[in-house]
């Protein structure tokens, strides 16, 4: 079982809906992520959060809002995507941020825009 | 330009073999590598890592080597199990602040029992 709990699973929302991916780690970790994973290819980092402040945003579009109200939690607001936003969202922790620490991956909520 | 590089988008292995899993780099400057495995439906499971300072670290049936000189870094699994079949991932993290990890493209492999 993994550590990192990501709900929902699944995800399908129309371009005009507004919805909210959700993240949990209970580890102690300081530092959380965001990444994207397309069909074959591997996951490419959005969000990096430490100790709750935003680190860094690798140019992700203004559709997609990152929110840290804990050190638990990671939220990722979805507002007005694109059928190419389709894909599986991973959320990942570590102990800090940085020195190799290995990250923890939840299983992903696979999203689908109509 | 992918500082890290996984040329085998395949690998199939007999039970009880060995598999040998590789990754190349581009940027000197990595201070770790990690091995990633990911099933289907599922995230990505860290594996093993090592630090730029080793050649090696095993941890049970799972041995990173890393050859510094030809930026090249091998997961080798012994004995393969069919359990072990996965996308197996290489990464490492940029250095610095930052704590992202930058992924290779990934090798599937196939344990046949």
């Known amino acids: 079982d993994t550590e990192v709990t990501q709900t929902p699973k699944h995800l399908v929302m129309g371009m005009t809906n507004k919805k909210s991916l959700k993240c949990e780690q209970h580890m102690g970790h300081r530092a959380m992520y965001w990444y994207k994973q397309k069909a074959k290819k591997p996951p490419e980092l959005m969000f990096v959060?430490?100790?709750?402040?935003?680190?860094i945003n690798e140019s992700v579009p203004s559709r997609f809002s990152p929110e840290c109200p804990n050190s638990s939690l990671l939220n990722l607001h979805l507002h007005a995507l694109q059928p190419e936003d389709s894909a599986l969202y991973l959320c990942?922790?570590?102990?800090?941020?940085?020195?190799?620490?290995?990250?923890?991956f939840g299983d992903g909520t696979r999203l689908s825009i109509l | 330009d992918q500082q890290v590089k996984q040329n085998s988008p395949s690998l199939s292995v007999q039970e009880g073999r060995i598999s040998i899993l590789n990754c190349d780099y581009t940027n000197s400057m990595f201070d770790y590598f990690l091995w990633y495995k990911k099933y289907p439906a599922e995230g990505p499971t860290f594996l093993i890592s090592?630090?730029?300072?080793?050649d090696k670290n095993e941890d049970g049936r799972f041995t990173v080597f890393l050859n510094k000189s030809a930026k090249h870094l091998s997961l080798h699994i012994v004995p393969s199990q069919p359990g072990d079949s996965a996308v197996y991932f290489c990464?490492?993290?940029?250095?610095?602040?930052?704590?992202?990890?930058?992924f290779g493209k990934g090798t599937k492999l196939s344990v046949k029992p």
């Open positions: 090592i630090s730029s300072i080793k």
């Open positions: 990464a490492a993290p940029p250095g610095g602040s930052q704590g992202n990890l930058i």
């Open positions: 959060y430490s100790y709750e402040k935003l680190s």
């Open positions: 990942a922790s570590s102990q800090v941020l940085g020195g190799g620490q290995p990250q923890h």
